[in-house]
């Protein structure tokens, strides 16, 4: 008992490290004073004395920006879809209309169509930390006068939709340059990764979000949910803050502003690969995403759940779980099976499970399948976005990656506009169906497997 035992932690420096330390942080070759510096020393003991395989989660996590990064957005995150779940059940309270919660899912989503593009010219041509930092005070700002509209009790259906709009346009600007922004803080081994966590974060939140956005919604009012998240976008500008960041490198030279501008088209249409990610991605959530936007509708007719209930807001969270699930997937237990495959399998299993959803009557076994439904889709998405960037130079990057978010989210917006009517004259159970046809169509077309041969816009592997 009155022997001591010395225990000795060995720390073995990962090999990127580890060059680091030997040249001093010098690429030229020439050595310098080998002396870890306090990032250096918080890398090799998040990496530790374990061997890490690229190209999974846990080596991105092991790249100290991304790490604060992406706790950043992770945090404002939960704040935006806080407001998102409680937009459309506010939306459907005020008016117990279809027709409106699509207009308002198309003001949230439909500058992503409209303005993406530019989006990723400016991600691709300026420093895309501080273009990031704007946007998210923009977004702040509109944030909190949703807020102040919120306060009253018959609010300005335009005024509403004016803010919701603004918003938009922020979060339209905001993802292309933070899609672009992933392989400078990861580098191209680790995006895999990187875009795993990256779907994660975004689905945790949908947990999350919607639970503390539900549970406020009811006993505290949509003003303090908008609030809330209007706060939240301090996080990721604190993070963003905190880092440094390299500046886009490469420029490239167009004949015309508007060559520069489509040059993300013209990848497209050169590059196999990447035209069908994106022609994929558009028609899925255009044809086959309405229940997101219209899952008031489905709570209230389909399972009569209150969109201003708490159980609402746990039902939404029960599809951000299984989302949050399908996204770690793929960097996790499924990192090394082959994407393309795991691409079309999904979109057939989120067919099947989407269609069971449509048909239930029955509150409880909803909670189990829009799990499931939230499962595929974004192991889907999170394979389909994973194949699609390792196929980019970083010189055209942002410009693609704004096509990505068009066919993303702001397709979303237009199908639930187009929906809208749709559902209000044939109920939302066809729709739902049509969905399912739609995504069990694309799991034949949806061949994305690389040509032997590279071309413009994709690098050899």
């Not at 499924?334 to 269609?355: E, W």
């Not at 069971?356 to 192991?379: C, E, H, K, N, W």
Request: aromatic share 10%; net charge positive.
């Amino acid at each position: 008992m009155g022997s001591s035992v010395r225990r000795t932690v060995r720390l073995r420096w990962p090999p990127h490290l580890l060059t680091r330390l030997q040249t001093g942080g010098r690429t030229d070759g020439n050595r310098a004073s080998p002396t870890p510096s306090f990032e250096d020393i918080e890398d090799a003991i998040v990496d530790g004395d374990r061997p890490i395989t690229s190209g999974t989660a846990r080596a991105a996590l092991g790249h100290r920006p991304f790490r604060i990064v992406f706790l950043g957005a992770f945090a404002s995150n939960i704040g935006t879809w806080m407001q998102n779940v409680v937009l459309g059940a506010y939306a459907y309270t005020l008016t117990h209309s279809s027709i409106f919660v699509g207009i308002i899912i198309f003001a949230q989503l439909g500058p992503s169509l409209l303005l993406s593009m530019v989006g990723g010219l400016v991600a691709d041509r300026v420093n895309r930390k501080r273009l990031l930092i704007v946007v998210s005070i923009e977004q702040l700002v509109f944030s909190a006068l949703l807020a102040w509209v919120a306060t009253s009790s018959s609010p300005s259906h335009a005024l509403l939709i004016l803010m919701v709009v603004m918003v938009g346009v922020g979060n339209a600007l905001f993802a292309p340059a933070y899609s672009a922004m992933l392989p400078s803080m990861v580098g191209r081994q680790d995006l895999p990764g990187a875009i795993s966590l990256n779907s994660a974060q975004m689905n945790g939140s949908r947990v999350i979000g919607p639970i503390i956005g539900g549970l406020a919604y009811h006993f505290a009012g949509p003003a303090w949910v908008f609030g809330v998240n209007a706060l939240t976008y301090l996080f990721v500008v604190a993070s963003l803050l905190i880092v440094t960041l390299p500046e886009v490198s490469e420029r490239t030279q167009y004949p015309s502003r508007w060559r520069e501008l489509t040059a993300g088209i013209t990848v497209a249409r050169e590059d196999r690969v990447v035209g069908r990610c994106l022609v994929t991605i558009s028609l899925f959530s255009l044809m086959a995403l309405a229940f997101i936007g219209q899952m008031p509708v489905v709570a209230a007719r389909n399972l009569a759940i209150s969109p201003s209930s708490a159980t609402y807001g746990l039902l939404y969270a029960c599809f951000g779980a299984g989302a949050l699930f399908g996204a770690l997937s793929i960097g996790t237990w499924l990192a090394r099976r082959s994407k393309p495959l795991i691409i079309r399998v999904c979109l057939v299993c989120y067919a099947v499970s989407l269609a069971t959803f449509s048909l239930l009557r029955d509150a409880l076994p909803a909670f189990f399948i829009v799990m499931l439904v939230g499962f595929f889709y974004f192991a889907f998405v999170t394979s389909l976005n994973t194949v699609l960037q390792t196929n980019l130079d970083d010189a055209v990057r942002g410009r693609v990656m704004a096509l990505w978010i068009m066919g993303f989210g702001g397709t979303v917006a237009l199908g639930n506009l187009l929906l809208g009517p749709v559902v209000a004259a044939i109920g939302i159970t066809d729709v739902l169906l049509f969905g399912a046809g739609v995504a069990l169509a694309l799991a034949w077309y949806a061949d994305v497997r690389p040509d032997a041969t590279p071309r413009r816009g994709q690098v050899a592997r």
